[in-house]
């Protein structure tokens, strides 16, 4: 294999975290050349031995103290020896993209519904520890960037966002439909988590967001069908209540209009008479208020629907449209 004289390394990508240099035959007095925001990782037999910062060093046994004495190196010679050379890219990598791949199952306490929610968002890192980071994460590839960092970490930024998430939504503090007015909270406390999980492996979080939370098109529609329905029968509800009181109150009229009668008692015909004359006259006041009651309640369904986000502007007017004209 070639030796090299002169090392170094020009990032083809603004994604590329750390890059191996192409051989492990080196030479002392070999310039090893580490530019702005890099650092060069010496590893031999998977054991990181020494660490170069940003300018050009001669590689000789001073500045390889530990390298040479696990393999011997003479003093002052151009001596071949074999390593591995990693150049890792310090510079912060912003507005990387995550998301969720599938839908997370959680329950919206507020509407007492099961739903599959959807995240997206973005997030940044950078390295502070090359050495840990090398160790820890690169392995046998030669290459790393940042699509390889997050496929490695994907799951557990899942796992702390769906937890978060399910927290907010389960405690009632917000619901899968005004949720995303609660965005910077939620990114902070998975900032927080998340952090934690990199500092391990060298890498600082430098920024994270969760950009929105929405609901996949099928499953809308059918929270709005069973909110819908919710509604309808809150309302037939409303509706035998009122006429099971419109019959008590018709039955107190006639018990009453017979007692007070001369002679205690009234004509079967009279007591028919006056009962649904009663009964019709009650039915009717009844019937108003029970119009204005149930077209009151029915609005303001609507308008918490709207608000919710069940239904759009032009679905509310519609049926508002409807309510009055029905009235």
Same mark, same amino acid.
């Given at each position: 294999?070639?030796?090299?004289?002169?090392?170094?390394?020009?990032?083809?990508?603004?994604?590329?975290?750390?890059?191996?240099?192409?051989?492990?035959? @080196?030479?002392?007095?070999?310039?090893?050349?580490?530019?702005?925001?890099?650092?060069?990782?010496?590893?031999?037999?998977?054991?990181?031995?020494?660490?170069?910062?940003? /300018?050009?060093?001669?590689?000789?046994?001073?500045?390889?103290?530990?390298?040479?004495? @696990?393999?011997?190196?003479?003093?002052?010679?151009?001596?071949?020896?074999?390593?591995?050379?990693?150049?890792?890219?310090?510079?912060?990598? #912003?507005?990387?993209?995550?998301?969720?791949?599938?839908?997370?199952?959680?329950?919206?306490?507020?509407?007492?519904?099961?739903?599959?929610?959807?995240?997206?968002?973005?997030?940044?890192?950078?390295?502070?520890?090359?050495?840990?980071?090398?160790?820890?994460?690169?392995?046998?590839?030669?290459?790393?960037?940042?699509?390889?960092?997050?496929?490695?970490?994907?799951?557990?930024?899942?796992?702390?966002?769906?937890?978060?998430?399910?927290?907010?939504?389960?405690?009632?503090?917000?619901?899968?439909?005004?949720?995303?007015?609660?965005?910077?909270?939620?990114?902070?406390?998975?900032?927080?988590?998340?952090?934690?999980?990199?500092?391990?492996?060298?890498?600082?979080?430098?920024?994270?967001?969760?950009?929105?939370?929405?609901?996949?098109?099928?499953?809308?529609?059918?929270?709005?069908?069973?909110?819908?329905? #919710?509604?309808?029968?809150?309302?037939? /509800?409303?509706?035998?209540?009122?006429?099971?009181?419109?019959?008590?109150?018709?039955?107190?009229? @006639? %018990?009453?209009?017979?007692?007070?009668?001369?002679?205690?008692?009234?004509?079967?015909?009279?007591?028919?008479?006056? /009962? %649904?004359?009663?009964?019709?006259?009650?039915?009717?006041?009844?019937?108003?208020?029970?119009?204005?009651?149930?077209?009151?309640?029915?609005?303001?369904?609507?308008?918490?629907?709207?608000?919710?986000?069940?239904?759009?502007?032009?679905?509310?007017?519609?049926?508002?449209?409807?309510?009055?004209?029905?009235?």
């Amino acid at each position: 294999m070639a030796l090299f004289d002169r090392l170094k390394y020009e990032p083809t990508s603004d994604t590329e975290l750390v890059w191996k240099f192409p051989t492990d035959q @080196l030479t002392l007095g070999s310039q090893l050349l580490v530019s702005t925001s890099q650092e060069a990782v010496f590893r031999k037999n998977g054991q990181n031995v020494d660490l170069f910062k940003p /300018g050009n060093h001669t590689l000789s046994t001073t500045n390889l103290p530990i390298l040479a004495s @696990l393999i011997n190196l003479p003093f002052g010679r151009q001596t071949p020896f074999s390593a591995e050379i990693w150049y890792v890219n310090k510079t912060p990598k #912003r507005d990387l993209k995550w998301g969720t791949t599938s839908p997370i199952p959680l329950i919206d306490t507020k509407f007492n519904l099961p739903i599959n929610a959807r995240a997206f968002g973005q997030w940044g890192v950078e390295i502070v520890d090359s050495i840990l980071f090398v160790d820890q994460l690169v392995g046998d590839r030669n290459f790393a960037g940042s699509e390889q960092i997050y496929d490695y970490f994907r799951g557990e930024l899942i796992q702390d966002v769906s937890e978060v998430v399910s927290q907010t939504i389960s405690s009632g503090i917000a619901s899968i439909f005004d949720i995303n007015a609660s965005l910077t909270s939620v990114s902070q406390r998975v900032t927080q988590v998340f952090s934690g999980r990199l500092k391990q492996y060298g890498i600082k979080l430098t920024n994270f967001s969760l950009d929105r939370i929405n609901l996949p098109p099928e499953e809308m529609q059918k929270i709005q069908e069973i909110m819908l329905k #919710r509604m309808e029968v809150e309302q037939l /509800g409303s509706v035998n209540v009122t006429n099971d009181y419109a019959t008590v109150k018709t039955l107190d009229i @006639l %018990n009453n209009a017979a007692s007070n009668a001369s002679g205690g008692v009234m004509p079967v015909i009279t007591q028919m008479n006056l /009962g %649904n004359a009663l009964a019709n006259a009650a039915q009717d006041n009844l019937n108003k208020n029970t119009s204005a009651s149930n077209l009151e309640t029915k609005l303001k369904k609507l308008k918490s629907l709207l608000d919710s986000g069940l239904i759009n502007q032009q679905d509310f007017e519609a049926k508002k449209t409807k309510l009055l004209e029905d009235l």
